[in-house]
């Protein structure tokens, strides 16, 4: 076996439609400031808490991104895993993500389209959605 395919998550012909997976996470104040750095967005309502507390959600809250990239978390290392490529992804953004909330990000695959594979995407906090949303990816077939 190559190390290609050792190191390579699902292929095609491994994938079902039905199948899914998940990632949990704890937001802290270091993610915060370490996404806000990365990305560029230093929006005061996510790093200024005198600014967020006159803001609707009245307290600093996370970048809607922090939580969709816990979808990139799950594509990328889990399924399909290494070796797919994303393609596309729509979000609706629902609720606010705040320091100490956990994240629950959960895909499930809804279609295999030839190379192509459709995911449903949600992010949870407890029992309220924060993000829900759909998703394209390509996958290789075994070599």
Same mark, same amino acid.
């Given at each position: ?7 390579? /998550?699902?292929?095609? @012909?491994?994938? +079902?439609? $039905? ?7 704890? #937001?802290? *104040? ?6 806000? =750095?990365?990305? /560029? ?8 808490? @005198?600014?967020?507390? @006159?803001?609707? !959600?009245? *307290? %600093?809250?996370?970048? /809607?991104?922090?939580?969709?990239? !816990?979808? +990139?978390?799950? !594509? $990328?290392?889990?399924?399909? $895993?290494? /070796? ?8 609706? !953004? ?15 695959? %809804? *279609?295999?389209? =030839? %190379? ?5 995407? *949600?992010?949870?906090? =407890? ?5 829900? $949303?759909?998703?394209?990816?390509? #996958? +290789?077939?075994?070599?």
């Amino acid at each position: 076996m190559s190390d290609y395919e050792k190191l390579h /998550g699902y292929f095609l @012909e491994d994938l +079902s439609v $039905g199948m899914s997976d998940t990632f949990a996470k704890t #937001v802290t *104040e270091a993610d915060i400031l370490m996404f806000a =750095g990365v990305s /560029g967005d230093t929006n005061p309502v996510h790093l200024n808490a @005198e600014f967020a507390a @006159e803001t609707m !959600f009245k *307290e %600093r809250i996370a970048h /809607g991104m922090l939580s969709a990239s !816990f979808l +990139s978390t799950i !594509f $990328g290392t889990r399924l399909p $895993g290494p /070796g797919a490529i994303y393609m596309s992804q729509n979000l609706v !953004f629902k609720a606010p993500v705040c320091i100490g909330d956990t994240v629950v990000a959960e895909v499930t695959l %809804r *279609e295999i389209n =030839g %190379r192509r594979v459709s995911f449903d995407c *949600e992010c949870r906090v =407890g029992d309220t959605i924060v993000l829900q $949303g759909d998703a394209m990816l390509m #996958v +290789s077939k075994r070599p």
